[in-house]
């Protein structure tokens, strides 16, 4: 299969469920610790877990770790990748 379509489908698939579209919502701004997102979001420790592995396995989300907190931020490869992403999808042939 196409590398650049699997890329694309793990764009779709990060953006597929609500939950995710509020936690790119939050980090729109900037950096939050997962404590943060853990505090406004409806989750467990577990399902941030899961989502965030799903946002970052795409490459819209990176992760850093200090201490015993892990901090998410949206990549700039992130952002050009949601933009490039859309424009492709829906520029005519």
Not at 20 to 45: F, H, P, Y
Not at 80 to 88: A, D, E, G, N, P
């Amino acid at each position: 299969m196409n590398r650049d379509l699997v890329k694309t489908a793990k764009i779709f698939k990060a953006f597929s469920v609500a939950i995710r579209l509020e936690i790119l919502d939050l980090l729109k701004n900037g950096e939050e610790c997962a404590c943060v997102l853990l505090e406004k979001l409806d989750l467990t420790q577990s399902g941030l877990s899961y989502h965030m592995k799903i946002l970052t396995e795409s490459g819209i989300v990176i992760a850093r770790e200090e201490g015993k907190w892990v901090y998410y931020t949206i990549s700039d490869q992130g952002r050009q990748k949601i933009i490039q992403m859309f424009l492709s999808s829906t520029a005519r042939n």
